[in-house]
């Protein structure tokens, strides 16, 4: 296992494809990487609009073809791809988006960074930890060697296991390829809109009667944190993320100061999950499992490979609780963005923006610069000439024009002319 810094091929910096840039973590993922010198590019690619404010990365509004996408990835010469687009809550899809989601568009993307030409050496995938499942003889802590004791139970569960199998199947073909996924427990924090988080900001934390099972939460930074971590340095293989500790569901209860409501049956529970279902609460079947048996997973591999946790599973839930005391007093961060294709054009590119405020030529590292101009040395005609002002007589124009370039060999004039510069 390396858990040296990544090198990518050729003597730029990295060259990074995040997709998914949309949610919620391509977004976070993607603000993390603008800040980092050692990042030379960033193209965000989903069929959505970004949810958060971007400065250096390119966004490209396309889905999961891979056409398309092979065509960005061997045009930008990209070496990173991180996929974050991953459902792993069934509330938020049907299960027909989800599958093509998790399973046909991993599968397209995975298609799209192999082949002998393709420059891609490392694919990072946000996976869950929904992959063990939730069973009643599961192991203490599952780690990353460790299969599933039984088949999938949930249509979120086939999905992830779907996938995994799709990137272990392109981890055999492509040897040069440096293929990192990330089981990630259930996150939790302010921003994050899930089943597990609505359910923990009810007056009353509905339950199964009889059960208490175990839980482990990581919080929002640590699971961005992952994933700048597993950028910068090459982590061949799988990596549970979790944050250090186990909380019974009675803990968490008690440290949001929630009071009990079992309210779920032990027998028939999905049946009665259907009718709370049509009163507006919604427990998916992922979900429901947890809430009877609980899961626990092992991080020690990934504290073994240089990441170091910024909070244990308590410390996110006492974080969480603090959020709902005082989530009625303002705004939630990044509230109110709205992204505008025009807008960010104008902020990006026009000379009228000035000082910190741009977003475009000002924020270009030397080489993106270098390769500006050579786009322009590729135009029909060359560089632009530049206009000369209006009213300007046409011999005090012509005498402004510089000849550039090689004397011929009979000692002519050179055989290009560009507009001088003021």
Same mark, same amino acid.
């Given at each position: 296992?390396s858990?040296q ?8 910096g990295? /060259? ?30 989903? #069929? ?49 988006t989800? @599958? ?20 891609? /050496? ?18 203490a ?8 004791? @039984?088949? #999938?139970?949930?249509?979120i ?30 996150g939790?924090?302010p ?7 609505a ?19 990581i ?5 961005s944190?992952?994933?700048? @971590? ?9 990596y549970?993320?979790a ?9 968490? /209860? ?8 079992p309210?779920l049956?032990p &027998? ?10 049509r009163?507006?609460?919604k ?11 609980? /899961? ?26 603090? @959020? ?24 990006? &590119? ?17 080489d ?24 300007t ?11 550039t370039?090689? #004397? ?10 560009l507009?001088?510069?003021?």
């Open positions: 296992m858990t810094p990544a090198s990518p091929a050729g003597t730029g990295r /060259r990074v494809l995040i997709t998914g840039v949309s949610t919620y973590w391509g977004g976070r993922l993607a603000q993390a990487l603008e800040r980092d010198p050692a990042v030379e590019a960033i193209v965000g690619v989903s #069929p959505s609009d970004p949810t958060c404010e971007l400065t250096r990365t390119e966004y490209v509004r396309v889905g999961t073809q891979h056409a398309l996408l092979k065509r960005i990835v061997q045009a930008a010469r990209i070496d990173t791809v991180i996929d974050t687009r991953l459902i792993v809550d069934s509330a938020a899809a049907s299960p027909r989800a @599958h093509e989601n998790n399973v046909i568009g991993t599968m397209n993307i995975l298609a799209a960074c192999g082949g002998p030409d393709c420059p891609v /050496r490392k694919v990072v995938f946000k996976s869950s930890a929904h992959f063990y499942g939730c069973e009643r003889d599961d192991p802590y599952f780690t990353e060697s460790m299969r599933r004791p @039984h088949s #999938p139970q949930t249509s569960e086939k999905d992830i296991v779907e996938a995994e199998r799709a990137l272990a199947a392109f981890n055999d073909r492509n040897a040069g390829v440096t293929v990192t996924v990330l089981r990630f427990v259930n939790l924090g921003d994050l809109a899930t089943s597990h988080s359910l923990l900001s009810l007056p009353a934390v509905p339950s199964i009667l009889g059960f208490d099972p175990r839980y482990q939460f919080a929002a930074d640590d699971i944190g992952v994933l700048e @971590h597993a950028t910068r340095h090459d982590l061949p293989g799988v549970n993320a944050g250090d500790g186990v909380l019974a569901l009675s803990e968490v /209860r008690s440290l949001l100061g929630k009071p009990p409501a309210i049956p &027998w028939g529970t999905g049946i009665a999950a259907g009718v709370l279902r009163a507006g609460l427990i998916p079947p992922e979900m429901l499992r947890q809430l009877r048996y609980g /899961r626990a997973v092992d991080n020690r591999k990934l504290k073994a490979a240089g990441y170091t946790f910024r909070a244990t599973s308590r410390e996110t839930v006492q974080a969480f609780a603090r @959020h709902l005391r005082v989530r009625s007093i303002g705004p939630a961060v990044g509230e109110g963005y709205e992204y505008q294709r025009e807008v960010e054009e104008f902020l990006r &590119w026009s000379p009228a923006v000035r000082g910190d405020a741009r977003l475009g030529l000002e924020r270009l590292t030397p993106q610069l270098a390769e500006v101009v050579r786009a322009l040395d590729l135009l029909p005609d060359g560089r632009p000439a530049r206009r000369a002002p209006r009213g007589p046409a011999s005090a124009s012509s005498k402004s024009r510089l000849r370039g090689s #004397p011929s060999s009979s000692g002519g004039a050179a055989d290009s002319e507009a001088a510069e003021p």
